[in-house]
């Protein structure tokens, strides 16, 4: 059975930082590509960043780029995604996402499994 539990999310001012996690379990970790994608409310749910089997392969949308960091640890089977100089309108709750292979997409529609979701909130 795959599973993608993710934590990390609280609180936080505006600037502060926050790093979640997700951790997965049921599949081969190294062979899947891992995204972050987060849904305010009323809003569809976006690409935040995505990392391929090596942490030299990594993409991020333009909103977050330069402030977040995504990283993977294949021992632990383990995504990270950094955030910093968090801003009011990165409230969401984010969720990780896997999917098989090693092409990297934005649409939420080409992956495989989903996490449960962790809530981040900005204040400001």
């Known amino acids: 059975q795959v599973q993608l539990v993710e934590s990390g999310g609280q609180l936080v001012q505006a600037g502060g930082s926050l790093r979640l996690s997700c951790v997965v379990s049921?599949?081969?970790?190294?062979?899947?590509?891992v995204g972050w994608f987060r849904q305010a409310p009323g809003e569809e749910r976006e690409f935040v960043a995505a990392?391929?089997?090596?942490?030299?392969?990594?993409y991020y949308a333009d909103s977050v780029k330069g402030r977040f960091t995504i990283s993977r640890d294949n021992a632990k089977n383990t995504v990270y995604l950094q955030m910093n100089t968090l801003k009011p309108e990165d409230t969401a709750v984010y969720y990780c996402?896997?999917?098989?292979?090693?092409?990297?997409?934005?649409?939420?529609?080409?992956?495989?499994?989903w996490g449960q979701g962790t809530q981040v909130t900005v204040s400001s």
């Open positions: 996402a896997a999917r098989l292979g090693y092409n990297v997409y934005a649409s939420k529609n080409e992956y495989n499994y």
């Open positions: 049921g599949l081969t970790f190294s062979s899947y590509t």
């Open positions: 990392v391929r089997w090596s942490n030299l392969n990594t």
